[in-house]
């Protein structure tokens, strides 16, 4: 398969989970969001030089290369592993020609596993980011609780002492946001994400995004 054909291929998908289209990198700090949303989800690709209705637009120049290592390897704590690929293919069946080329990027971000993996403002501050559809969308601190989690040992078990009793109790009214469920149960902030966080990765609490916010139900 060409390149072009190749390209043509992906782009019928459109933007999902997986796959997100740059027009131009104009801003390091922006693209290292996208790799943090992959990142820390599934994975995925950004196809570099293609606009948003998939036209072939191209890279324009070498610096918007350097940024796209920026964002990996700069402005992303820790580093992103990311791999680039570069493809050459005509905007149109018509354009033919070694002028008539667009080269497209594609960097391909893999899950990691040291996450959370947080991208850099230009402050410096640190947010690490979720893929939720064709969105990156920023972690919630039941997000960050959860990965701390993960890193515990396989064979950790959770203790149904009073603390979750009480969180379950009132979580028995479905897609409470975090707030919520702290007014209801009286519980400290920081103890209900933790508390929420265990019982997300035992299975017996899930979450759900709504735009705006983040919802927990019982499984």
Same mark, same amino acid.
């Given at each position: 398969?060409?390149?072009?054909?190749? $390209?043509?291929?992906?782009?019928?998908?459109?933007?999902?989970?997986?796959?997100?289209?740059?027009?131009?990198?104009?801003?390091?700090?922006?693209?290292?969001?996208?790799?943090?949303?992959?990142?820390?989800?599934?994975?995925?690709? $950004?196809?570099?030089?293609?606009?948003?209705?998939?036209?072939?637009?191209?890279?324009? !120049?070498?610096?918007?290369?350097?940024?796209?290592?920026?964002?990996?390897?700069?402005?992303?704590?820790?580093?992103?592993?990311?791999?680039?690929? &570069?493809?050459?293919?005509?905007?149109?069946?018509?354009? !033919?020609?070694?002028?008539?080329?667009?080269?497209?990027?594609?960097?391909?971000?893999?899950?990691?596993?040291?996450?959370?993996?947080?991208?850099?403002?230009?402050?410096?501050?640190?947010?690490?980011?979720?893929?939720?559809?064709?969105?990156?969308?920023?972690?919630?601190?039941?997000?960050?609780?959860?990965?701390?989690? !993960?890193?515990?040992? *396989?064979?950790?078990?959770?203790?149904?002492?009073?603390?979750?009793? $009480? $969180?379950?109790?009132?979580?028995?009214?479905?897609?409470?946001?975090?707030?919520?469920?702290?007014?209801?149960?009286?519980?400290?902030?920081?103890?209900?994400? &933790?508390?929420?966080?265990?019982?997300?990765?035992?299975?017996?609490?899930?979450?759900?995004? !709504?735009?705006? *916010?983040?919802?927990?139900?019982?499984?």
């Amino acid at each position: 398969m060409d390149d072009r054909r190749y $390209l043509l291929r992906l782009i019928s998908e459109g933007e999902h989970q997986q796959q997100d289209f740059k027009y131009r990198v104009v801003d390091a700090c922006k693209l290292a969001k996208s790799v943090s949303a992959f990142a820390n989800t599934d994975g995925g690709r $950004l196809l570099i030089g293609v606009r948003d209705d998939g036209h072939l637009s191209g890279v324009r !120049s070498e610096e918007e290369i350097f940024m796209m290592h920026q964002a990996a390897y700069k402005f992303c704590k820790p580093e992103a592993s990311i791999k680039f690929d &570069t493809f050459h293919a005509a905007p149109s069946d018509k354009a !033919s020609g070694v002028g008539g080329l667009r080269t497209i990027v594609i960097a391909t971000v893999p899950p990691s596993v040291r996450r959370p993996v947080c991208a850099l403002d230009e402050t410096g501050r640190k947010r690490a980011y979720i893929r939720i559809n064709d969105e990156n969308i920023v972690a919630s601190p039941v997000h960050l609780a959860l990965w701390r989690e !993960s890193q515990k040992p *396989q064979g950790t078990v959770i203790t149904y002492d009073d603390d979750i009793r $009480l $969180l379950l109790d009132v979580m028995q009214e479905d897609h409470l946001t975090l707030n919520r469920i702290v007014s209801l149960s009286k519980l400290p902030r920081h103890k209900v994400i &933790t508390l929420l966080a265990r019982l997300i990765r035992f299975g017996t609490v899930r979450w759900e995004y !709504s735009a705006p *916010q983040f919802l927990f139900s019982i499984v």
